[in-house]
């Protein structure tokens, strides 16, 4: 009995020894192309705290804070072409008039979670709106005109 506890403690010891061993896995650093570099710097010079990533497709990604403090998120393609701009705006004070008086007129119990204005070249800006109705989230889509389909 005595010699199989103490063969359990042996090797619980060595089990854990072993794991204790085990490095940390490196985030490997991603090589922006200076194309795309050059690009960003021209359209977002007051960028602060840029983070790069590259999407699923292989476009490269920034998440970074911008002028006016609001988080911001920009793709470009390979060759330095802006894809697609995300800025989510504060729900308590960048609101836009003509979004919040669209959700007044067609959501008018709702309550605004989350705004996020989404700009793709050769599309007209619109927004993501995410608002609680009824204890469900929906997820709306708002022109800057305030037509707003879900």
Request: hydrophobic share 35%; net charge positive.
């Amino acid at each position: 009995m005595k010699n199989t506890i103490l063969f359990l403690f042996a090797s619980l010891f060595l089990v854990f020894s072993a794991t204790a061993q085990k490095k940390k896995a490196k985030v490997s650093k991603i090589n922006v192309p200076v194309e795309v570099t050059s690009s960003f710097s021209t359209n977002y010079e007051g960028a602060e705290k840029t983070k790069w990533s590259t999407g699923y497709t292989g476009n490269y990604v920034a998440k970074f804070s911008n002028a006016t403090a609001q988080n911001q998120e920009v793709e470009y393609s390979k060759n330095g072409t802006l894809l697609k701009s995300k800025t989510t705006l504060d729900i308590t004070s960048s609101v836009p008039e003509v979004i919040s008086n669209a959700l007044k007129a067609k959501y008018a119990d709702a309550n605004l979670q989350e705004l996020t204005k989404i700009e793709i070249p050769g599309i007209a800006p619109y927004y993501k709106a995410v608002v609680l109705q009824n204890e469900k989230q929906k997820e709306l889509y708002i022109s800057e005109e305030g037509l707003v389909t879900r």
